[in-house]
């Protein structure tokens, strides 16, 4: 494993923690990431393993994670239209850091979820 050293970042292009937010990050991300790594989904079938989110929203959040080369937008010339997100080759660099995320939030996640409940009720 790579020793960890703080380094001063100018801005957040150059921060590699920075990035690797930027790539994953925000509420929706992770979890598209998640629902993905175990096989392709289409736009509804994801849509309906996140019913919380709007489907702007996970449009805007698929793009983004096309962007950055980490899943690849398939469409099918049919009618209705068909499109399925598979993952490309490089989030196999990103499969750790989730399955780390999962196991964080297996262990934790019932501490900051009561911590969150406590903090609003002050």
């Known amino acids: 494993m790579k020793e960890f050293k703080t380094e001063k ?8 923690d920075a990035v690797t937010v930027d790539v994953i990050g925000g509420k929706w991300k992770g ?7 175990s096989g392709l ?15 702007r929203m996970l449009t805007l ?8 080369g980490i899943v690849h937008r398939e469409i099918y010339r049919e ?3 068909k499109v399925e997100y598979p993952l490309t080759a490089f989030v196999e660099t990103l499969k750790p850091i ?4 999962r196991d964080w939030g297996d262990v934790y996640g019932n501490e900051v979820i009561m911590k969150r409940k406590v903090s609003v009720n002050m």
């Open 31 to 37: 979890i598209i990431l998640y629902n993905l790594i």
């Open 9 to 16: 970042c100018p801005d957040t292009t150059a921060c590699p």
């Open 41 to 55: 989904k289409r736009f509804n079938g994801l849509g309906r393993l996140m019913p919380y989110t709007t489907k």
């Open 79 to 81: 009618i209705p239209p």
């Open 61 to 68: 959040q698929l793009r983004e994670l096309e962007q950055d």
């Open 98 to 101: 989730i399955y780390l995320m």
